[in-house]
């Protein structure tokens, strides 16, 4: 019986190594492989967002964009420098 269990979970490690060896983590969609509307990235948590959703800061001569609310006000309390 114990034998079965380790040979269950050699069976699960090899198939776990196959399968991490044919299919790698998936990459982030990058805004181009986005059919239709274009994608832009949060800078505060990374992930993409169709442009007409997100929400907008102008900082300078950029344009970010932020997923929500809670990214933005994130972004805004951690860049809040005094002005020097
Ligand atoms: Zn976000």
Redesign the pocket.
């Known amino acids: 019986m114990v034998r079965l269990i380790w040979f269950l979970i050699l069976l699960g490690i090899v198939y776990w190594l196959v399968k991490r060896a044919f299919f790698p983590k998936k990459r982030r969609p990058t805004p181009h492989e986005e059919i239709g509307e274009e994608m832009v990235q ?1 800078p ?4 993409y ?1 169709p442009k007409s959703r997100a929400l907008t800061l102008l900082e300078g001569e950029k344009k970010l964009y ?3 609310q ?2 933005f006000r994130k972004y805004r309390s951690s860049n809040a420098l005094p002005k020097s």
């Not at 505060?44 to 992930?47: E, I, L, N, Q, T």
């Open positions: 949060d505060v948590c990374g992930c967002i932020f997923c929500s809670e990214c």
